[in-house]
């Protein structure tokens, strides 16, 4: 069946770092852009950051531009977001999720057709 | 950044219901509007894509419409399995957004 995996959540103070992976077996992830989307405890959800299907191209929420990296290494099939300077308001499930696109001449476009495939999700927990 | 407003936020009805929610965005997103079902404690599942195709697997009694700045999510007679929340994303321009959410209750 076909699954992305995330881990690498945790309980972690203010100020500190954390770095989220997700990875899968199952698809040709080389093919496809790549988000995490958080959900804050009770909240609803909030997208975080994408990376294109080669990684030439990245984009961030406003809310952690600065602090927030999002990675792939297409040989390996994962997906990572390192998390600096955290706070207690990025306390939440982090989920990786697959966007789906189709290839044309060996480039891959996103053209708006949703995230379709989705991890079981992460707990990220930033408290002192 | 594009804002979406979902409405209502939340809803009672009864199996066998036509429910609608509607999601508005703050500026033209043609038709790069998805639709996701989120039940506790689980992922969230795409639904609709590009206002208005289903995703494959997805019962024929969810339709989405609109475009611009307007869109609709139908569910044509709820059934037991659809009380969730329900969020719309834009995919028009980078930073995406999601709406609020609706949550679908039994009445």
């Known amino acids: 069946q076909v699954q992305l995996v995330e881990s690498g959540g945790g309980v972690v103070q203010p100020g500190r770092s954390l770095r989220l992976s997700c990875t899968t077996s199952e698809f040709t992830f080389t093919t496809y852009a790549m988000h995490w989307v958080r959900q804050a405890p009770g909240k609803g959800l909030e997208w975080v950051a994408v990376?294109?299907?080669?990684?030439?191209?990245?984009y961030y929420a406003d809310s952690v531009k600065g602090r927030f990296t999002i990675s792939r290494d297409n040989s390996k099939n994962a997906l990572f977001l390192q998390m600096n300077s955290l706070r207690a308001e990025d306390t939440a499930v982090y989920y990786c999720?697959?966007?789906?696109?189709?290839?044309?001449?060996?480039?891959?476009?996103?053209?708006?057709?949703?995230?379709?495939?989705w991890g079981q999700g992460t707990t990220v927990t930033v408290s002192s | 950044d594009i804002q979406l407003t979902q409405s209502p936020s939340f809803l009672s009805a009864s199996v066998g219901d036509r429910v609608t929610i509607a999601c508005r965005a703050s500026?033209?997103?043609?038709?790069?509007l998805a639709w996701y079902q989120q039940k506790p404690g689980k992922a969230p599942k795409l639904l609709i894509y590009t206002a208005s195709t289903l995703q494959s697997g997805v019962p024929s009694r969810f339709t989405g419409s609109g475009s611009g700045t307007e869109f609709t999510l139908t569910i044509s007679s709820l059934q037991p399995e659809d009380f969730a929340t329900y969020y719309c994303q834009q995919l028009n321009s980078h930073p995406l957004t999601f709406g609020g959410g609706t949550k679908v209750q039994i009445k």
């Open positions: 999720a697959r966007e789906a696109g189709y290839c044309s001449g060996g480039t891959c476009y996103s053209v708006g057709y949703g995230l379709d495939l």
């Open positions: 500026q033209d997103i043609s038709s790069y």
């Open positions: 990376i294109s299907y080669d990684g030439s191209n990245k």
